[in-house]
Structures are given as structure tokens and as C-alpha cells.
């Protein structure tokens, strides 16, 4: 969940660089795989961390990974969202035992499993869609930045005091006006979508709430 976070956060913060300076090198298919995979992944810790609810706070972890998953479903925009049940048959394929644990599968035995002539539908379904969202990231921005704010409650939740990820890759939320000012300086979007998509992160919650002096 963490890695995944990063991949976003990145990914709206530099403006797709990283994606855009693979594909230019004609390496698009390693960036595409990989985003397609940390998904994928997430899926998979989301089933995991459902199965472990009795030994963790049900009701609060319950309700971050619920909002997670309606993050990922997406609102009305067509490029980029993973259907509830897709969430939850991708995680279960996603799925191993070893040693009696639930574990989530690795890269390479994720991508054996890409390229089998009979690949579930739902590994291509997922990653022709993260194409379409990588190649066009602008308009999806209030999309991604919610999933993003997801994933650092979560993040946050299960690992609170730092134990797992270091001091300096603690992760933060994106700051939604930040992230449309810039779309809109750099001419990603035009000013009537940047005024909707600013009007969907005030209803989202994701802009920072101003100060009280």
C-alpha cells in the first residue's frame, strides 16, 4: 500500500515525469506493469488485512479500507477505476499460502501470470486502464489524489509510530489545490475543468482547510 501511495504520489506530483521519461527510453511496458501490479497488490493486502480483522481494531481498519475500495471503484470519470467485485477477485488470485500465511504473490510470478495465453480478463482489464490513466493522468488528478489520501490513512493506521517505513518516506497527503493551480498554469487542463475538478476536491474533503488566525 505504501509503494503504491509513492507510484501515485509521484505520479500526480511530478506530472507523470517518471512515466513519460521510461516510455520516451521505450520502456513504457515496465512503468505500466509495474503501477498495474502495485495495484494488483493492494487488492491482494486488502482481502489479506480483512482475514486478519480479529487481531487488529475492525471497526476503524474496516472503515479505511471500505473508503479505499470506493476510491478505487472511481466516480463518473471512464479511464481509470477496478470494479468492487474485480478488487476482490483480483486480490484473490493475487492470494498464496506459504507456510500456512496468507501472502500476496510476488512481481515475477505476477507477471508469469500477465502472460499466460488464458489470463484472467482482469489483469488485462486492470492494466489497459492504468494505460489510459498514465496517458492521461491530468483529468484523472481528483481521482488519484483520493485514492492517495486513502492509502496514507491506512498507512498511517497500521504503522502510526514509524516502525515500518523510515522518517523521511513517511508518506503525506497531496495538496489538492496545489495540484490543480499547477494543472491549470501548465495547461493540462482549461480553467472550466479546473473549477470542477477543484469543486470535487472541496466536496471530497481533500482541500487543506484554511487556517484560524
Not at 74 to 103: A, D, N, T
Not at 144 to 161: N, T
Request: glycine share 6%; aromatic share 8%.
Amino acid at each position: 500500500m505504501h509503494e503504491l501511495e509513492r507510484r501515485i504520489f509521484g505520479t500526480v506530483d511530478e506530472q507523470a515525469g517518471g512515466y513519460q521519461s521510461i516510455k520516451q527510453e521505450g520502456q513504457a511496458a515496465y512503468y505500466i506493469n509495474a503501477t498495474t501490479f502495485q495495484i494488483a497488490q493492494c487488492c491482494a493486502w486488502i482481502e489479506i488485512l480483512r482475514e486478519k480483522m480479529g487481531a487488529l481494531d475492525y471497526d476503524k481498519l474496516e472503515t479505511r479500507l471500505s473508503a479505499l475500495s470506493q476510491t478505487l471503484l472511481g466516480g463518473y470519470r471512464p479511464h481509470f477505476h477496478v470494479f468492487l467485485l474485480e478488487q476482490r477477485e483480483i486480490g484473490e488470485r493475487m492470494i498464496s499460502i506459504k507456510k500456512g500465511e496468507m501472502v500476496c504473490k510476488g512481481y515475477s510470478e505476477f507477471l508469469d501470470l500477465l502472460s499466460q495465453e488464458e489470463a484472467p480478463p482482469c489483469f488485462s482489464h486492470l492494466r489497459t486502464r492504468v494505460t489510459t490513466m498514465l496517458d492521461n493522468w491530468g483529468p484523472e488528478a481528483e481521482k488519484l489524489m483520493r485514492i492517495q489520501h486513502a492509502l496514507v490513512d491506512i498507512v498511517e493506521f497500521l504503522d502510526p509510530s514509524g516502525r515500518w517505513i523510515i522518517e523521511e518516506r513517511r508518506p503525506h497527503k497531496l495538496d489538492a489545490k496545489r495540484v490543480i493551480d499547477k494543472l491549470e498554469k501548465n495547461n493540462l487542463i482549461g480553467a472550466k475543468e479546473a473549477e470542477e475538478l477543484r469543486k470535487q476536491a472541496r466536496e471530497d474533503g481533500l482541500m487543506a482547510k484554511p487556517r484560524s488566525h
